[in-house]
């Protein structure tokens, strides 16, 4: 069996700290009022669009120095992301077992994998796939892969977009990790909406199934 597991929002939470690098970068560049609540709404759509690059629409949307603000942004959710309760514990328990990690790019892998490397959570995983990227372009390619290797898995994942997908396609064990980021509609975490086992904790899983 593969267990499989979302990192943000499901591992991690790297989003709380999502409005204050915002508001820090408004105050440095001396921006309108607003503008912290309207890059969060962007940030709500990118996520339910799928456009995980925060480069394109900062560069889009910030004229003044948008290298050094991506760097930044990367930076400091790099650098405030905490491991949620649970994950330590349940990541030794099955640290025998075929885990794998299942992630969106962020602007791109490189920066992804180091952001993964900082909680020093690789170490449990027999390997990171991430999708958004030329090997992987989607989450059902990365499952089509892992599908090869085991038919028997499952996976955990905080947002809807993610699991209809698979579910709509694949036979797929799917569990929901209820966690909701500081976005105003938290869209790709409410729709589509989905008839899935819920958890708070990644341990409820148990109940489900036997590991």
Do not use: C, H
Request: aromatic share 16%; glycine share 4%.
């Amino acid at each position: 069996m593969i267990i499989s597991l979302d990192y943000d929002g499901t591992l991690v939470d790297s989003y709380t700290v999502i409005p204050l690098i915002y508001e820090k970068i408004r105050e440095e560049l001396n921006l309108y009022e607003g503008f912290t609540e309207a890059m969060l709404a962007v940030e709500d759509l990118g996520d339910y669009f799928g456009i995980f690059e925060r480069g394109k629409w900062i560069r889009f949307l910030i004229k003044d120095s948008p290298d050094e603000i991506i760097e930044y942004y990367w930076k400091m959710r790099s650098e405030n992301q905490i491991i949620l309760p649970g994950t330590i514990e349940f990541l030794e328990k099955y640290k025998n077992r075929d885990l794998y990690l299942v992630t969106s790019t962020d602007d791109t892998k490189d920066i992804k994998i180091k952001r993964i490397k900082k909680t020093n959570l690789d170490k449990y995983f027999k390997d990171i796939l991430v999708y958004g990227t030329e090997e992987f372009k989607t989450i059902i390619d990365v499952f089509e892969y892992l599908i090869d290797i085991d038919r028997d898995i499952i996976y955990i994942d905080d947002k809807n977009t993610n699991l209809y997908q698979i579910k709509n396609k694949l036979n797929i064990k799917l569990f929901k990790r209820i966690y909701y980021p500081p976005y105003p509609l938290k869209l790709a975490w409410y729709y589509p909406e989905i008839d899935l086992p819920k958890i708070i904790n990644i341990f409820e899983i148990e109940k489900y199934i036997r590991l």
